[in-house]
Every structure is written in structure tokens, then in C-alpha cells.
């Protein structure tokens, strides 16, 4: 196994950086791609940068020229339903592109000659990170996050959810958007930018993938205020833990 992890912001990689051994560094196409091991694990990791075109194009690269053959993508996300709470972690079974819309050719969502409007993540590979995931909950998340951005994002009770998330070229940050997107996908619950993309190319390309999400806010008007701060200081624990924790189950 040769695991591609991917991220869309630095804050949520630089851990996983300073912890990979005999790590080496190789730039294609304005990214960074450090090679090494994660935790015995041989890993790739790379930063997506925003926005569907640059997580396909470094999800392709990851698997055609860095000959990865599982792919985890680990970012932020905002809340797309009320019982998704920031600070919770959701674990993708499927994900769909929102802002794809070829109608009257093909139906609303659906990616053009895919028949596909939503793309089933590894199950396998999810329930090992949706595992991981909670793993981090459970008992780390405490020790690594300051009490204080504890209390200040209301972190009291996190959890894990598995279920659909929406990606789009678009940050969502009005209520009366994302209440729009889930009257056409009740399911949802998490709204983004790069997953859907990275799952059509490992749809394509036979690349088993799982995606977790940290809600980093509610996809409203004060969804840009939270942001940077919940990235820097809880987020990237989040990420950190969440792949050590998979590291560890995958090498076992
Ligand atoms: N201000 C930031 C922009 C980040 S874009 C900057 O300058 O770096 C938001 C990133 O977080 C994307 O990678 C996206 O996948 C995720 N995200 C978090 N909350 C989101 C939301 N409400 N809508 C869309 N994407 C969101």
C-alpha cells in the first residue's frame, strides 16, 4: 500500500510533515509532494490547494506519477445539517459535486456520462478512518486542544457522522444558501470544496478513497469569522490525530 493523504490548507498538513521519517520532497505542477513514512505507513502528502480543478488535478498526479493506491483527503468543512455541530468530524460515504448542473441534458447533480450523481467512498478505508476518527474523540482530542478554543467553539461533545458530503467552487457563507442546498439534498451534511472531485477521479481511475471532514463552522454569514482561527488551532490537531490513529490501524 502507498497511502496519498491530501489536505486543501497548510495548517491541517504541517504536523504530518514534521512527523514523517526519511521524508524527501518533490515539486510537479506548483505542488509539494513529500515522500516518506507515516507511522510505517508509506505515504504521500500534499496540499490540494482550493477548489475542485486543484484537488483533481493533485488527486491524478497522486496516483499517475506518485503511484499512490488509497487516497484519504483530510480538510474542513461547514455544517450541512443542524445536527452536525463544529468541532464534530463527518467521515464520507458518498460525496456529490452541488454546483454540477447540466440540466435539461442530464439530470440535476449528475456528472455528465458517469450516470452518477454520487460517489460511494472505500468502505473499507472509511470505516478505518471513521474509526480513527472516533479514536481521536474519544481520547486524545482532549489532551491536544486548549481548553480555552474548547470552550470558545463549544467542543464539549464531538462525534463522528458517516454520511453524504457536497462540494462546490464556492465557500458557503449565508444560511439562506446552504439552506437551499439541503431542501435539493436532505441527506446532506457537510458542505466543501475538493471532495467530490477527488472522488470522481478515484472513481475513474479504480483508486479506493476516504474523505474526513472537521466542521469548522455552520456555512452561514459567520462562517468566515470561525474559520481561520478553528483551522489553526483545533482543525489541524483534528487532521493529526485522525491519520496517526489510521497510520496505526493500517500498519497492524
Ligand atoms: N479564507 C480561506 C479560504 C478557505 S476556503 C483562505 O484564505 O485560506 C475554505 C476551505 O475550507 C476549502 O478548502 C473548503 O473545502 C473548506 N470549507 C470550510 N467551510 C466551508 C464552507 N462553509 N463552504 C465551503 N467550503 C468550506
Known amino acids: ?36 513514512l ?15 480543478v486543484a484537488a483533481a488535478m493533485t488527486a491524478t498526479l497522486l496516483v499517475e506519477k506518485f503511484g499512490v493506491t488509497h487516497i484519504v483527503f483530510t480538510g474542513v468543512a461547514g455544517s450541512g445539517d ?46 478505518q478512518l471513521a474509526g480513527a476518527a472516533d479514536d481521536f474523540l474519544r481520547s486524545d482530542a482532549r489532551l491536544v486542544l486548549d481548553p480555552l478554543e474548547i470552550q470558545a467553539f463549544g467542543l464539549q461533545q464531538p462525534r463522528v457522522h458517516r454520511g453524504l458530503i457536497a462540494s462546490g467552487d464556492q465557500f458557503i457563507g449565508s444560511a439562506a444558501h446552504v439552506n437551499q442546498l439541503k431542501a435539493a ?14 472522488a ?7 483508486v479506493p478513497y476516504a ?13 468566515a469569522v470561525d474559520f481561520m482561527r478553528f483551522v489553526q488551532s483545533v482543525a489541524s490537531r483534528y487532521a493529526f490525530g485522525t491519520i496517526r490513529n489510521l497510520c496505526w490501524r493500517l500498519a497492524s
Not at 470522481?200 to 479504480?206: I, P, R, S, W
Open 200 to 206: 470522481q477521479v478515484c472513481f475513474e481511475l479504480g
Open 1 to 36: 500500500m502507498r497511502l496519498g493523504i491530501i489536505s486543501a490548507l497548510h495548517e491541517e498538513q504541517q504536523g504530518l510533515m514534521e512527523a514523517m521519517q526519511g521524508a524527501t520532497t518533490l515539486s510537479h505542477g506548483m505542488r509539494d509532494y513529500t515522500l516518506g
Open 82 to 127: 443542524k445536527l452536525v455541530k463544529v468541532g464534530d468530524i463527518v467521515v464520507a460515504e458518498a460525496l456529490l459535486q452541488h454546483d454540477m448542473d447540466a440540466r435539461p441534458l442530464f439530470p440535476r447533480f449528475e456528472v455528465p456520462l458517469t450516470g452518477l450523481q454520487r460517489f460511494a467512498s472505500d468502505l473499507p478505508l472509511s470505516e
Open 185 to 198: 439534498i436532505p441527506d446532506l451534511l457537510a458542505v466543501e470544496m475538493e471532495g467530490a472531485a477527488v
Open 38 to 52: 507515516l507511522w510505517n505507513i508509506d505515504a504521500v502528502c500534499v496540499l490540494s490547494r482550493i477548489g475542485k
Open 211 to 223: 474523505v474526513m471532514r472537521t466542521v469548522s463552522d455552520n456555512a452561514n454569514e459567520e462562517a
